[in-house]
């Protein structure tokens, strides 16, 4: 199972990067106040949503981690070395998988479509990285 064989401290690095990033990209500085609107929050629902915060971001980092994970064995099986094949493979599952599931998801929602772009557009985004830090970094 030589294909198992994966730099654990980039599989890190890029789950710390990704989660990191949706510190940002949510923050106020970056799409916060745009999540928030499309939403519909109020402060109210805002403050009842901080008490669950620790869970929630224990499973996304967990998330983060396991898809740093299988995307650093999917380039060690299919031989990416390239920052290009990376970026590459970040988008294409981006594309086939990640942004379908969430649109399906959101179809049923209720919610704005800005709502599903801000997501999507992070996920986009922290895959990529992803990509690029566990290709640099092998």
């Given at each position: ?8 401290l980039?599989v ?9 990033l949706?510190w940002?990209?949510y ?73 379908n ?13 800005k709502?599903?772009?801000l ?20």
């Open positions: 199972m030589g294909y198992l064989n994966i730099n654990i980039a890190l690095a890029a789950a710390v990067l990704a989660f990191g949706g940002l990209w923050s106020p500085f970056l799409f916060g106040k745009q999540w928030v609107a499309a939403h519909g929050h109020t402060p109210e629902r805002l403050e009842a949503m901080k008490q669950g915060m620790g869970r929630a971001y224990a499973v996304t980092f967990a998330s983060q981690l396991l898809m740093a994970a299988v995307m650093a064995v999917l380039i060690r099986m299919t031989h990416i070395q390239s920052l290009v094949g990376g970026l590459k493979l970040g988008i294409l599952l981006w594309a086939g998988f990640v942004a599931v969430g649109l399906s998801s959101h179809m049923f929602s209720g919610k704005h479509i709502t599903y772009l997501d999507a557009g992070y996920q986009l985004v922290y895959l990529v990285v992803m990509g690029l830090v566990l290709t640099a970094w092998r």
